[in-house]
């Protein structure tokens, strides 16, 4: 399993990743659900590196991206995020298939993908070869045509009308039994999250690169009305990589 070296808080020393990131859950208010967002950036703040974020991973960032998905209920994405990384079926570790059950969790994570028109390869493996079978949230005005074939292969689910409400969406999918949601972006979608004051923990990895250029940041999106207070939890390190975990301010 994989383990950590805590920067902070203090005293420090080797902690195993999901005992870092299994504390209790932030009060989740009224959306149902608790979400985390986890994303990498450069140190210079890039998110993606040539449309892509696969070239600021490493291996360390890859391992906890595995714990923190098989800690969670759903993976909450957007559709250009699945079609920029090729999303494959998401599985958890074997080796917390007794915490999940313990927990009361199904054995995988759910794949809930946020898709105003569903133009969705529905025949990649992330829906063919799903262990828990996805979920797609969509939108009134979604072409009835891709809304059948979809459900084919998924669970539909209707939250808005021309854009996806993702308060009304996070609702559903909790009162379907998903109130731990993991969001692994992209910036459209984690801008849209704290714009709609839905983000209760940020769990950012700064990749040990630097990339220059004009790169998305992790948010891409209309400025913040305010910004969003959020309060340092701690801070790992593991093959030069920083994990960061903040959590949400007070609300209010």
Same mark, same amino acid.
Do not use: K
């Given at each position: 399993?994989?383990?950590?070296?805590?920067?902070?808080?203090?005293?420090?020393?080797?902690?195993?990743?999901t005992?870092?990131?299994?504390?209790?859950?932030?009060?989740?208010?009224?959306?149902?659900?608790?979400?985390?967002?986890?994303?990498?950036?450069?140190?210079?703040?890039?998110?993606?590196?040539?449309?892509?974020?696969?070239?600021?991973?490493?291996?360390?960032?890859?391992? +906890?991206?595995?714990?923190?998905?098989?800690?969670?209920?759903?993976? +909450?994405?957007?559709?250009?995020?699945?079609?920029?990384?090729?999303?494959?079926?998401?599985?958890?570790?074997?080796?917390?298939?007794?915490?999940?059950?313990?927990?009361?969790?199904?054995?995988?994570?759910? +794949?809930?993908?946020?898709?105003?028109?569903l133009?969705?390869?529905l025949?990649?493996?992330?829906?063919?070869?799903?262990?828990?079978?996805?979920?797609?949230?969509?939108?009134?005005?979604?072409a009835?045509?891709?809304?059948?074939?979809g459900r084919?292969?998924?669970?539909?689910?209707i939250?808005?009308?021309?854009?996806?409400?993702?308060?009304?969406?996070?609702?559903?999918?909790?009162?379907?039994?998903?109130?731990?949601?993991?969001?692994?972006?992209?910036?459209?979608?984690?801008?849209?999250?704290?714009?709609?004051?839905?983000?209760?923990?940020?769990?950012?990895?700064?990749?040990?690169?630097?990339?220059?250029?004009?790169?998305?940041?992790?948010?891409?999106?209309?400025?913040?009305?305010?910004?969003?207070?959020?309060?340092?939890?701690?801070?790992?390190?593991?093959?030069?990589?920083?994990?960061?975990?903040?959590?949400?301010?007070?609300?209010?």
């Amino acid at each position: 399993m994989l383990t950590l070296t805590q920067l902070y808080p203090p005293p420090g020393g080797e902690v195993v990743a999901t005992d870092a990131y299994s504390g209790p859950p932030v009060d989740a208010g009224d959306a149902g659900a608790h979400v985390r967002v986890n994303m990498v950036a450069s140190v210079d703040g890039a998110a993606t590196l040539a449309g892509r974020v696969g070239a600021l991973t490493g291996h360390a960032d890859q391992q +906890l991206l595995g714990v923190l998905r098989s800690l969670c209920d759903v993976l +909450l994405v957007g559709a250009a995020t699945i079609r920029a990384e090729g999303y494959g079926p998401i599985r958890a570790l074997p080796e917390l298939a007794d915490r999940r059950r313990a927990a009361g969790q199904q054995p995988a994570p759910r +794949l809930a993908v946020l898709s105003r028109s569903l133009d969705l390869d529905l025949g990649s493996r992330a829906f063919t070869a799903a262990v828990a079978r996805p979920v797609l949230v969509t939108t009134e005005r979604a072409a009835p045509e891709r809304v059948a074939a979809g459900r084919e292969v998924a669970d539909v689910v209707i939250a808005g009308d021309e854009s996806v409400d993702l308060r009304t969406a996070l609702r559903l999918l909790a009162g379907h039994g998903m109130r731990s949601v993991l969001s692994e972006g992209g910036p459209g979608v984690v801008a849209e999250l704290f714009a709609a004051d839905l983000v209760d923990e940020l769990c950012l990895a700064v990749s040990p690169v630097v990339v220059s250029g004009t790169e998305r940041r992790v948010t891409s999106g209309p400025p913040l009305p305010r910004p969003v207070p959020l309060r340092l939890e701690a801070v790992y390190e593991r093959d030069d990589y920083l994990f960061t975990r903040y959590v949400r301010g007070p609300r209010g």
